[in-house]
């Protein structure tokens, strides 16, 4: 079971952090990520992030704006935010891949099956 929390009304620029709490599988185990959805769109990649926490991945435009951890001692993973921008408006989705080494290649919702209900992020301009 995943549950996301943290979204909500945010000025453009500013930050928010989510977090996603696990529980009920090895969770601990598993690649963990976050996708993003807005309204009239598909579903898309914005980071994931290997058992550890050493090793993460990140779709291009979120590079160096959004930073994705995870604290396995409190079944938490966390997407940080900052610089938001409008079109970064979305329902946001955490989401347990599998146990693998090659976290780098879960990016599609495919590769995920195990997903949380979303929280809401709203960037005004």
């Known amino acids: 079971q995943l549950q996301a929390s943290g979204g909500g009304l945010v000025q453009a620029g500013g930050s928010l952090r989510l977090s996603c709490a696990y529980s009920?599988?090895?969770?601990?185990?598993?690649?963990m990520g976050w996708f993003r959805q807005a309204p009239g769109k598909e579903r898309e990649f914005v980071a994931n992030i290997n058992w550890s926490g050493r090793n993460t991945d990140y779709a291009d435009s979120k590079k160096g704006r959004f930073t994705i951890s995870r604290d396995n001692a409190k079944n938490m993973v966390y997407l940080q935010m900052n610089s938001l921008k409008p079109e970064d408006t979305a329902v946001y989705y955490c989401?347990?891949?599998?146990?693998?080494?090659?976290?780098?290649?879960?990016?599609?919702?495919?590769?995920?099956?195990?997903w949380g209900q979303g929280t809401q992020v709203t960037v005004s301009s």
């Open positions: 009920g599988r090895t969770f601990s185990s598993y690649v």
């Open positions: 989401a347990a891949g599998r146990i693998t080494s090659v976290y780098y290649i879960l990016r599609a919702v495919r590769d995920y099956d195990y």
